[in-house]
């Protein structure tokens, strides 16, 4: 009969120590992994502090420089298609990118590498990716969410009335802080910022062509009712509105 108890006893821990060890292997209660795999687009979705971290960018494709030159066309109809966050980086870093972490030079030229030009993006319909307003952080090459809500059709009546502005799957529009560069070189640096915008518009548009993409400046809009659309501050000055989508 002792023997019998102790087998008991013994079976009895055994199944104890197996329970105990599945227990702890099971994730805590409210953090279960869901089944299956994850959703792409919740993932996308989420933020840390408002931002976006994007893919970062390529160097090298297979469409050259001169291939672009000879493609590069102002585009006005856009396919109803998101656009992917990769691409999306592509097009930023091309705008306004750094290309060398040790000077913190960018892709565009610049006066006295001061860089005054702010780039927006309105995610009007990108893969993953919640809408809203964003602002562009080259030296982190990231996103900064500045509302949400895409407001396509008040950027449409702001470029007055151009309806095709809004049909782009994102809409980049870049300002300029006209102080960091006049404070060097005076009036004559407000040149200096319009040439150095007219570089940064070039980059997009052979940007967009290796990508398949379509875009055009747009120069005619009113520039209260951008300004209003996009939170900018006071010292801000909107030069180029450039809708971006699949062509």
Not at 16 to 32: C, K, S, V, Y
Not at 126 to 131: D, H, I, L, S, T
Not at 179 to 205: P, S
Request: proline content about 4%; some cysteine; aromatic content about 8%.
């Amino acid at each position: 009969m002792k023997k019998i108890h102790v087998v008991i006893m013994v079976m009895a821990l055994i199944g104890a120590g197996i329970a105990g060890a599945f227990i702890l292997l099971q994730p805590a209660w409210g953090e279960r992994k869901p089944e299956g795999p994850v959703n792409d687009k919740i993932l996308n979705e989420i933020t840390v502090n408002g931002k976006i971290k994007l893919p970062a960018p390529k160097y090298d494709s297979g469409t050259s420089v001169e291939k672009a030159l000879l493609n590069r066309r102002s585009v006005r109809e856009y396919k109803d298609e998101p656009m992917t966050l990769t691409e999306v980086s592509q097009i930023l870093w091309a705008a306004q990118g750094i290309s060398d972490a040790r000077t913190g030079f960018r892709t565009v030229p610049s006066a006295g590498a001061l860089y005054p030009l702010e780039v927006y993006v309105i995610f009007v319909n990108v893969e993953g990716a919640a809408k809203g307003i964003y602002k562009y952080a080259p030296h982190e090459h990231e996103l900064v969410k500045v509302r949400d809500g895409n407001e396509r059709d008040e950027m449409a009546a702001a470029a007055v009335g151009q309806t095709w502005v809004g049909e782009g799957a994102i809409i980049i529009v870049f300002c300029a802080v006209y102080e960091r560069t006049t404070q060097k070189y005076g009036d004559r640096g407000i040149r200096y910022v319009h040439m150095e915008v007219g570089h940064a518009a070039q980059n997009v548009y052979l940007q967009a062509v290796s990508l398949n993409l379509g875009t055009a400046v747009v120069g005619a809009f009113e520039d209260e009712k951008v300004r209003k659309i996009l939170n900018m501050s006071d010292e801000e000055d909107p030069l180029y509105i450039v809708p971006v989508g699949k062509i």
